[in-house]
């Protein structure tokens, strides 16, 4: 028989549900068994008990974007009040950049999103070399491989000029898929071959979408800061005409938007686009720290929600954050809403990023069935619970549960 162990404390966090005072999780084999009040499941459960005490267990977090291939550009990037001249000075770096460079960067950042307590993230990928790494990390993730192309006017299999999706990796994997880099990047003929590979192997996608009102501009008039930064890389095709429409109509016209896209970002929205996106139950992945960094604006919690649009969390990459900590992104949300309830955030960035990410069956919330991934943040028993928990997590005050233990990892 596979033995059990209980692990208590003082609070649990189960999102799934109200958070228990004096609750425990109970985990056999790598899995949780069941969740209630601990007195209860003592009662009911034979197996070792750990009592953790004044603090919370909780689900391990999902950050549902990120490019841990960017990691080595912390601190080299300096803060912007726009995105343009964030993202010439992120692509002049990003090619200053060796593969050993890049692949020690990964490292830090895997180590990072472990130390914050997450089990899994939307990783947006450049060159392939975090795919390795992500996988012999222990991280549970989604692979989205970035496509760039504006001058791509070709048809034909996406593979022909990107062989990474012609991998048997590639094609295996349920958890690879092919990313669009944003609307003024792509061109509408890479899109299609972008939708069309992922729908042959039933795969979600992932674009950064509405993120700044140059694109915005860009989309409606087809000149602006994007015309020049295209012009001067020669990327401009003679011929292009914008389609003069917002970036999310856009992207519903290429049919790329569904319950299987993660839109990125998405600030500069109107009523419309926020219909739209609850209507095709795409979701709506929020950066805000990132947004900050960039001077892009910020994301518009409420109205997103109030639409029923479907909403995770991401910290996006150290080339435009200062961390990869989510329990500061939540942070950040709060101070700008703080009617927003907590509990919701906190859903942001565990259950409703597994489910993003196409994990809602196995992570995100301590439910019996589920991965046994927990978290324990102290907290003075005396003080309010939820500015407690988020500050707590934020300042990094952030354990893992073994599945089999008191302390260590999760796995051990
Ligand atoms: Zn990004």
């Given at each position: ?7 208590q ?21 790598g ?33 549902a ?32 950049l ?11 950042g ?17 060159t ?107 990327r401009?095709?003679?011929?292009y ?7 999310v ?59 029923g ?17 989510l ?43 589920k ?40 796995g051990?």
């Amino acid at each position: 028989m596979v033995p059990l162990t209980i692990h208590q404390a003082r609070w649990v966090v189960p999102v799934s549900g109200p958070v228990l005072d004096h609750g425990a999780v109970v985990v056999a084999g790598g899995r949780i068994v069941a969740v209630g009040p601990a007195s209860r499941l003592r009662r009911y459960y034979q197996g070792k008990c750990y009592d953790h005490g004044d603090g919370a267990i909780l689900p391990a977090l999902v950050n549902a974007h990120v490019h841990l291939e960017f990691s080595a550009l912390r601190g080299r990037i300096p803060r912007q009040s726009a995105l343009g001249p964030w993202l010439r000075d992120a692509m002049a770096e990003f090619a200053q950049l060796s593969a050993a460079e890049i692949n020690q960067g990964v490292q830090e950042g895997l180590a990072e999103l472990r130390r914050f307590g997450t089990i899994l993230v939307g990783e947006i990928s450049n060159t392939g070399l975090s795919l390795p790494e992500l996988s012999k990390s222990g991280l549970e993730f989604h692979y989205f491989y970035e496509c760039l192309g504006f001058d791509h006017l070709n048809s034909g299999p996406l593979e022909d000029d990107f062989p990474i999706f012609a991998s048997s990796e590639a094609r295996a994997r349920d958890n690879f898929s092919a990313a669009a880099h944003a609307p003024y990047s792509v061109s509408p003929a890479l899109f299609g071959r972008i939708f069309d590979w992922n729908r042959g192997y039933r795969r979600r996608t992932t674009v950064h979408l509405a993120e700044s009102r140059e694109e915005v501009e860009f989309l409606s008039q087809g000149n602006g800061f994007f015309q020049h930064l295209l012009q001067q890389r020669g990327r401009w095709p003679a011929a292009y005409q914008p389609p003069q429409c917002s970036p999310v109509v856009y992207l519903d016209r290429l049919g790329g938007l569904g319950p299987q896209t993660l839109a990125v970002h998405v600030i500069w929205l109107s009523a419309f686009d926020l219909e739209l996106l609850a209507r095709r139950s795409a979701w709506a992945v929020l950066c805000p720290r990132s947004n900050q960094f960039t001077g892009t604006g910020f994301p518009r919690l409420p109205e997103l929600y109030q639409a029923g649009v479907r909403l995770a969390l991401g910290t996006d990459s150290l080339a435009s954050n200062d961390d990869l900590n989510l329990f500061k992104e939540i942070l950040t949300l709060q101070q700008q809403y703080p009617e927003f309830a907590p509990d919701k955030l906190l859903a942001l960035a565990t259950s409703q990023g597994a489910l993003a990410l196409g994990r809602g069956h196995d992570l995100g919330s301590l439910s019996p069935g589920k991965l046994a991934a927990l978290l324990f943040i102290p907290i003075a028993s005396d003080r309010h619970f939820w500015p407690d928990l988020l500050e707590a997590g934020a300042a990094g005050k952030i354990s893992w549960v073994a599945a089999s233990g008191a302390e260590g990892g999760y796995g051990n």
